[in-house]
């Protein structure tokens, strides 16, 4: 059964130095406010792992989180770079970022091999690319039935999964709908998890396409109203677009970036969990 | 195209035009963010209302009334016919061969179509630029039916072979996708704003099919960088209509951000650009 406990504890009780960590959420329901706790909880030598990196995943990388980045697209979506995986990938500021690179299909039959016990999957993908060659744990496999040469890519089980959630009940179930990515695999996968939401309600309502983690698929439920931002939690919270603009010359310039963690992350006013 | 030809427009705007022309009414689209988004919305927009934009975000059907910045934005997934999740869009959708067109951009692109989003320079571990990486490129550019790519045409973008195959287009040349088991035709068309460049179909070799109007033939061989062929029987595309400009505009005016109003989708330093996400 999921323990609801406030997010610096689920944060202190599941994420630990040296992890795998995957923090998902296909561009709806980023886990920010999680991502947050993690910087100033201050873990070091992360392997990351995420499809999209995203804004979530540079702040993390800049803050000194990660020795590690498994991921298959790292840019800020519809704007241009993500400046701080950048500069740790070209410079290996603020420390080394070792990559290990997919594609999209690839993370997402990743996470469907963990989160169904599988040590591989199998996919039509990643034929004639440099990421088959590039990535060891990309390798080609043939159908013992039709001899169709076919992809595997290794299963992704991670010491722990962060989700953002719109709601739970007082349970511990979860529920979450509109985009929902890959989140319910990434949870299953996982040895451990975490799902923050928008808010703990008496009763989870029928909503279109949600989907439930029934409470004892979870470890940790805490409330992080807003916690997405600049993401986004449909039906409570909208986009930022200005934000995902704004990040870019923010994450340019590292003192630019030092002094929006001080000013955002580490400030004792930004501990309530409000991310800006 | 039988309306008017409209006056002032922009090497852009004819890109972006040309690309929305690709798209026939009734299609699916798998469609990349950025430039390729913007063309698909403006197909939509225009000569293509039944154009069915599919999104790697698991959004199918998705009839966004602005351009969206990113593949999540929740209009997205307020206006399809279905959201699925992100495996059940790869597995189910676009692996099999559903989907006729994928819309893809690029970083770099060489004479077999190869597409790189992922590192500029020989040197993996220590790129000259480190790109965004694949996202759902590879897959779309191997399982749709056919592929379409839009980008801006210079010497560090058209190169003789890409730093890194993100993406296949014809491989090595002839037989590279069936020896590479890539069930889909690749790509049929690259759109730039010089241009349009389709592959050879004897050497898969990308030649160049089709000009601008006011755009020359030096000028676009100068912006690739291999030796590029023309086309016997190349043509001069028709300008936009004052419709398809207007289209274009409303799309624009209704969803960019002010910042980059003076700057069309994407436009970036080189290796900036956002690939399909």
């Keep these: 059964m999921a323990e609801i406990v406030s997010l610096s504890e689920a944060i202190a009780l599941a994420v630990h130095d040296g992890d795998t960590v995957a923090m998902e959420g296909f561009t709806h329901l980023i886990p920010h406010a999680a991502g947050h706790e993690v910087i100033r909880q201050r873990r070091r030598n992360l392997t990351l792992v995420r499809m999209t990196p995203d804004v979530i995943y540079d702040q993390m990388i800049g803050a000194g989180c990660a020795s590690k980045l498994i991921f298959s697209w790292g840019g800020n979506p519809g704007v241009g770079s993500l400046h701080r995986f950048r500069d740790a990938v070209q410079n290996s500021w603020p420390c080394p970022l070792e990559l290990e690179e997919h594609s999209h299909a690839g993370m997402a039959n990743r996470y469907v091999a963990g989160a169904s016990g599988l040590p591989f999957a199998v996919l039509r993908g990643y034929s004639g690319t440099s990421l088959a060659t590039r990535t060891p744990n990309i390798a080609p496999i043939t159908c013992p039935f039709t001899g169709e040469l076919l992809t595997a890519v290794a299963a992704l089980t991670p010491d722990v999964t962060v989700i953002h959630a719109q709601r739970a009940d007082r349970a511990g179930n979860v529920q979450f709908w509109g985009i929902t990515g890959v989140q319910k695999e990434a949870v299953l996968a996982a040895r451990r998890s975490i799902a923050t939401v928008e808010e703990i309600v008496d009763e989870l309502t029928p909503q279109p396409g949600a989907i439930v983690l029934p409470s004892w698929t979870v470890g940790y439920v805490a409330t992080a109203p807003g916690g997405a931002h600049p993401s986004y939690a449909l039906g409570y919270t909208t986009r930022d677009n200005d934000f995902y603009q704004a990040w870019d010359p923010i994450s340019r310039d590292r003192e630019k970036f030092g002094r929006w963690l001080d000013e955002h992350v580490y400030a004792p006013s930004a501990v309530a969990g409000l991310a800006p | ?277």
């Design chain 2, 1 to 277: 195209m039988t309306a008017a030809p409209a006056a002032g427009y922009t090497a852009d705007e004819m890109m972006a035009i040309t690309a929305a022309r690709a798209l026939r009414d009734g299609m699916t689209c798998f469609v990349g963010i950025g430039l390729p988004s913007e063309a698909a919305n403006l197909a939509r927009a225009s000569h293509a209302p039944s154009l069915t934009l599919i999104y790697e975000s698991g959004t199918i059907g998705a009839k966004p009334p602005a351009l969206p910045l990113s593949i999540g934005d929740g209009v997205l997934a307020e206006t399809a016919d279905a959201v699925v999740s992100v495996p059940e869009i790869f597995n189910y959708w676009l692996q099999p061969g559903r989907i006729d067109v994928g819309f893809l951009g690029a970083a770099q692109i060489d004479r077999f179509a190869n597409i790189n989003t992922t590192v500029i320079g020989p040197d993996y571990a220590h790129p000259a630029v480190r790109l965004p990486g694949a996202g759902g490129a590879p897959e779309i550019a191997g399982s749709c039916r056919e592929v379409i790519v839009v980008l801006r045409q210079n010497r560090r973008a058209f190169v003789d072979r890409v730093d890194f195959v993100t993406s296949v287009g014809f491989g090595d040349g002839p037989g590279s996708r069936q020896r590479l088991g890539l069930a889909g035709a690749g790509p049929q068309k690259v759109i730039t704003d010089l241009g349009v460049l389709e592959p050879d179909p004897a050497t898969c070799e990308l030649r160049l099919t089709g000009t601008y109007p006011g755009t020359v033939v030096a000028d676009i061989k100068a912006a690739t960088g291999w030796d590029l062929q023309v086309a016997a029987d190349l043509r001069e595309l028709p300008p936009p209509t004052e419709a398809e400009l207007a289209a274009l505009r409303r799309l624009r005016a209704a969803t960019l951000p002010p910042a980059a109003n003076t700057a069309p989708t994407g436009q970036t330093d080189q290796g900036e650009q956002p690939n399909d996400h």
